[in-house]
C-alpha cells in the first residue's frame, strides 16, 4: 500500500485517501479520534448526527476556549458540519471499495484514520494604505482504512 501510513492485507481492507481538503485540520484530528475502532455503519450514522447537529465532537486535543456541551457529564465539543461531511463522503468511498473487493461492509470497522496537514494556497488580503496581509488556505489530507471483523 503505496503512500499510506500503515501496511495491512489488501484481502481483508479497504482503504481510501482525501487529499487536499479545504476542511480544519483540527476538526478532523478530533472526528479521528471519535470514529477510530468504530463500525463502519455506526461511525456514519455518529456522522450524520454531527452534520445534524444532534450530537457534538468531543474536543480532547484542541480545546482551549471551547465551552462544554449539554449531556451527563460531556466536555467541551463543537459540531465540525464541513470537516463531518468530508469524512461522511471518504467512508462512503471506502464503503464502495470493499464492496467492489467483494468484502462485506456490515463487518467491517475503523482500524486506521488519521488526519495530516496538506498544501498551502498561498493568498492576499488587501488592507490599508497599499498594503496586503497573507490570506492563506491551509488544506487537509485523510487516510481511512476500514478491515473484516475476526469472528
Known amino acids: 500500500m503505496k503512500g499510506y501510513s500503515i501496511d495491512l492485507d489488501p484481502e481483508s481492507s479497504a482503504r481510501a485517501r482525501g487529499k487536499d481538503l479545504r476542511v480544519s485540520y483540527k476538526n478532523s484530528i478530533e472526528i479521528c479520534n471519535v470514529v477510530r475502532g468504530m463500525a463502519v455503519e455506526d461511525a ?4 450524520e448526527d454531527v452534520i ?5 465532537v468531543p ?3 484542541h480545546k482551549r476556549h471551547i465551552s462544554h456541551r449539554k449531556g451527563s457529564g460531556f466536555g467541551p465539543g463543537r459540531f465540525p458540519v464541513n470537516a463531518a461531511k468530508a469524512f461522511l463522503d471518504l467512508l462512503n468511498v471506502v464503503e464502495n471499495n470493499a464492496e467492489y473487493k467483494g468484502l462485506d461492509p456490515e463487518n467491517m470497522y475503523i482500524v ?3 488526519a495530516y496537514k496538506g498544501r ?7 488592507r490599508a494604505r ?3 496581509t497573507p490570506w492563506d488556505t ?4 485523510i487516510e481511512l ?3 473484516e471483523r475476526e469472528e
Do not use: C, D, E, M
Not at 456514519?44 to 456522522?47: A, C, Q, R
Not at 498551502?120 to 488587501?126: L, N
Open 52 to 56: 445534524a447537529k444532534k450530537v457534538p
Open 138 to 141: 491551509i488544506t487537509t489530507n
Open 59 to 61: 474536543y480532547r486535543k
Open 112 to 114: 486506521h484514520v488519521s
Open 120 to 126: 498551502v494556497f498561498q493568498g492576499w488580503r488587501p
Open 130 to 132: 497599499g498594503r496586503s
Open 145 to 147: 482504512i476500514i478491515q
Open 44 to 47: 456514519k450514522k455518529f456522522l
